[in-house]
């Protein structure tokens, strides 16, 4: 039961690192800002997640399960928040989508 | 494996920090701080575990709460150009 929990929690741990590696690609490789920020919402939802779970898979009940679901909690309250605001502010300034009809050449017939 | 999620944390960080660099405006950096706040608070809660030291969870919270109040602060002020309402009844300064 114990080597369960271990390869479940290895699992995670692993998943959740290559979800914040893949949120990170693609906020580095993303065309204009709305989809970079589209992208590192990856890494603050899954990546972060993952990684929670696999940590509190390892630690059993204990007082340190407690602290990270309070770490997961504040990571999925303030990151919805975070980027709210971000887009809100980008907005104001007139940083305006990059759209479909722009991208494509219009050779199509 | 801890050693292994740490290792792909840092490389997440690495990407991060890229973009913090190159980001063409400055909402783009703002981004980039907070993927790498999240990404930060992440690597310490699985140092704590790596190196069996379950204080580190400790400052990951206290790293996320200021991650959160930075973020928000900084947004406002590029957003309004100043961090409070001087009187002026919510004016947009036009930078």
């Given at each position: 039961?114990?080597?369960?929990?271990?390869l479940?929690?290895?699992a995670?741990?692993?998943a959740?690192?290559?979800?914040c590696v893949?949120?990170t690609i693609g906020?580095l490789?993303m065309?204009?800002?709305?989809?970079?920020?589209?992208?590192a919402?990856?890494t603050?939802?899954?990546?972060?997640g993952?990684?929670l779970?696999?940590?509190?898979l390892?630690?059993g009940i204990?007082?340190?399960t407690?602290?990270?679901?309070?770490?997961g909690?504040l990571?999925?309250f303030?990151?919805?928040?975070?980027?709210h605001a971000?887009?809100?502010a980008a907005?104001?300034?007139?940083?305006?989508p990059?759209?479909?009809?722009?991208?494509?050449?219009?050779?199509?017939? | 494996?801890?050693?292994?999620?740490?290792?792909?944390?840092?490389?997440?960080?690495?990407?991060?920090l890229t973009?913090?660099c190159?980001?063409?405006s400055?909402?783009?950096?703002?981004?980039?701080a907070?993927t790498?706040g999240?990404l930060?608070v992440?690597l310490l809660a699985?140092?704590?575990?790596?190196?069996?030291?379950?204080?580190f969870?400790?400052l990951?919270i206290?790293?996320?709460?200021?991650n959160?109040?930075?973020?928000?602060?900084?947004?406002?002020?590029?957003q309004y150009?100043?961090?409070?309402d001087?009187?002026?009844?919510?004016?947009?300064k036009a930078?």
């Open positions: 039961m114990s080597a369960l929990i271990d479940a929690s290895w995670c741990l692993v959740g690192g290559i979800f893949i949120g906020m490789r065309p204009d800002f709305y989809t970079r920020m589209h992208a919402s990856v603050d939802t899954l990546g972060a993952l990684v779970l696999g940590l509190v390892q630690a204990t007082l340190v407690v602290k990270l679901l309070i770490i909690m990571i999925l303030t990151s919805p928040a975070a980027t971000l887009a809100r907005l104001t300034r007139g940083i305006r990059l759209l479909a009809e722009e991208r494509r050449p219009p050779s199509k017939p | 494996m801890f050693a292994a999620a740490a290792a792909a944390l840092l490389v997440a960080l690495a990407l991060a973009r913090a190159f980001g063409p400055v909402f783009d950096r703002a981004l980039a907070n790498v999240t930060a992440l699985v140092i704590g575990f790596l190196t069996n030291r379950p204080e969870l400790d990951a206290v790293y996320g709460l200021l959160i109040v930075g973020t928000i602060a900084v947004l406002k002020y590029f150009g100043s961090l409070g001087s009187g002026g009844g919510g004016e947009r930078l």
